[in-house]
């Protein structure tokens, strides 16, 4: 009897749940002028809870506008004193940034900014590239 319990329990599939929040963060970059307008939102089980949205007067080019997006999200986030949560971006070159120890010296700022924010969470953050 004890064996068979353990067969269907092996037979059941296991399914990762996502988690109940997330934030969504996206950058607009405007090559002539070096300004990029941020915004992110913040669901929980995909209701909206916060949003923001606001000008950087100063960003050299569109990944470094996603950079400063993200991490603006990620201490706004970290102000509700919430300490899971995944993170999902359409800038997929970000995402490869943050998820390895590859050296990108003009981005290196930003990419040390957002991992020190992510020490803050209780788990560290998930980053997933998203088509928003």
């Known amino acids: 009897m004890e064996e068979e319990l353990q067969t269907e329990e092996q037979a059941q599939p ?3 749940c996502p988690p109940l929040w997330s934030c969504q963060t996206d950058a607009s970059w405007i090559n002539k002028d070096e300004r990029a ?8 089980a995909g209701n909206p ?3 923001g949205a606001r000008e950087l007067t100063r960003a050299t080019s569109s990944l470094h506008a996603e950079a400063e997006g993200l991490i603006w999200a990620m201490q706004e986030v970290l102000k509700t004193r919430n300490r899971s949560i995944q993170f999902e971006l359409d800038c997929e070159q970000l995402v490869k940034l943050i998820q390895s120890e590859e050296d990108w010296p003009s981005m290196a ?3 040390d900014e ?3 924010c992510c020490w803050h969470f209780w788990k560290y953050p998930s980053f997933i590239f998203q088509d928003l």
């Open 114 to 116: 957002s991992k020190l």
């Open 109 to 111: 700022a930003e990419i």
């Open 49 to 51: 809870m916060l949003y």
């Open 37 to 44: 307008g941020l915004g992110f939102v913040v669901m929980n």
């Open 14 to 16: 296991h399914t990762s």
